[in-house]
């Protein structure tokens, strides 16, 4: 799983940091550091750009990954310049900024902002693949996620603005729907690209959602 | 009263649809007064719903106003801005104002319209609520709970008979008839050798086809269309005809065009009618029926 993130402008991440003089900045070694966005080059780049607006670093960490356990450990090494700090500005995605607000009292201050679940094609671009929707159809769909790699998510086909097997909304963009289509026609198994596909369900698992898997 | 769009499917007549798009804001005159000039000539109105995704005065609003009018309102739904509760109390409110015809469209992209930033629902796409629709009409919602007081509705859909490549479109098409859908509104053509060879393959469906005539304004107006609609191909023989127009006689080549189009597919039993859409130019859809010859709806 990879984590896709992109970093929040500097103007927003002042806003955020209002009245919060000293900072410690935490990375992670782990998808943040794959989409440079939080890794140890931007960490200490972070670094510079704060004290840059006037504020006190009192400290910075690259926590292996810090959506896991291990987390509460590494933020009890740096115990010291944690505590000499307002906040905690996490370059991490959001399951790091809450996993670390978990293990400390002090405000988490996320400085990127997590855009979606990801593969990367080339470096530095990245796609969709999956929603997490609870309900997963790529065995009717080739394999093609049409709730993501659709941009309105259908079920049933494509809609009318497909042309030329492109996206209304990117002449650049890959129509979903006529990839699934091709496909599946390779595999003669366009039935499947027949059959009614039922609305959703949105609620397989209620928000906010949890599961035990075993 | 006049006949309802369904008597009007089923008389063997050929019928005439045009659309009336509402206003941005709340002054709804120049609506209204498209409203007066084609509720008699048409056997239906659609009101477009947000079209292009720009927020607008809803197509509910517009259904409205034609029944206050007389006329036969054909409600274009999207499913783009509402989930299902949404939609189905959409539904059970325009079947308590005599709104009958629906038109069941997946809807535009958001970040295509004027709201760049809002969010698109889609919870539902067009074959859904074709079948949602007709869920409904057994006097159940889709939650499966007993309804006080059922719909019943004459639902449409929309092919694109010109897109390429054509079969996932003609799957969709199949499935729109299967979900329930009594009529099919085409997305512009102009080819109509092409046409004529779609028809010979949606004849075999039992479902009414309205072609759809977009009005050309200008060449520069075709050209825009073929680089930028998908699914809209104006010939160049057209382009040229629009071209070779006096100063500031391009629309009434536009109307020419049109009138002979509607006349040819009438001639020739081509399809079961047509739906004029002249976006922006209501008031010169009579005169696009007076250049086909037809007086009245469809007579």
Known sequence: MKSITKQKPLEEIEQQLEGLERAYIIGCGTCTTMTKTGGREEVLAMKESLQGLGKIVTGWTVIPTACDDMTEAHLKENEGSIHNSDCLLVMSCALGVQKTGSYNSKPVIPAVDTLFIGIEDEPGHFHEVCDQCGHCVLGYTAGICPITACNKGLLNGPCGGTNNGKCEIDKEKDCAWTLIYKRLKEQNRLDLMRKYQPPRNSQVVPRPRLTRVS | MAQSL???????????????????????????????????????????????????????????????????????????????????????????????????????????????????????????????????????????????????????????????????????????????????????????????????????????????????????????????????????NLIEELEAAPKGEALNTGIAIAGRMIAALKKDAICDGVHIMAIGKEEVVPDILAAAGINGSGA
């Open chain 2, 6 to 236: 369904k008597e009007a499917l089923n008389s063997g007549k050929f019928v005439i649809t045009s659309e009336i798009g509402p206003p941005k804001g709340t002054n709804i005159e120049g609506m209204r007064h498209h409203i007066e000039l084609l509720v008699d000539k048409v056997d239906g109105l659609n009101v477009t719903d947000h079209q292009s995704s720009v927020m607008r005065f809803p197509s509910i609003g517009g259904c409205i106003e034609i029944k206050e009018h007389g006329g036969e309102p054909i409600l274009q739904m999207t499913c783009r801005d509402r989930n299902q509760m949404a939609l189905q109390a959409d539904l059970l409110f325009s079947y308590t104002r005599g709104i009958r015809n629906v038109l069941c469209l997946t809807g535009d992209s958001i970040v295509v319209g004027d709201h760049k930033e809002a969010k698109g629902v889609f919870e539902l796409d067009s074959v859904q609520l074709l079948k949602a629709i007709r869920h409904m009409e057994s006097g159940k919602d889709l939650g499966g709970n007993d309804l006080d007081g059922a719909v019943e509705f004459c639902a449409g859909a929309i092919v694109t008979p010109e897109a390429n490549p054509i079969e996932p479109q003609l799957i969709k098409f199949e499935k729109k008839i299967e979900a329930g859908a009594e009529f099919i509104q085409t997305q512009a053509i102009y080819d109509l050798d092409n046409f004529a060879k779609f028809m010979d393959y949606a004849r075999k469906f039992q479902v009414k086809i309205l072609a759809g005539i977009v009005l050309l304004v200008s060449a520069r107006m075709a050209k825009y269309m073929n680089a930028n609609v998908p699914g809209i191909f104006v010939p160049q």
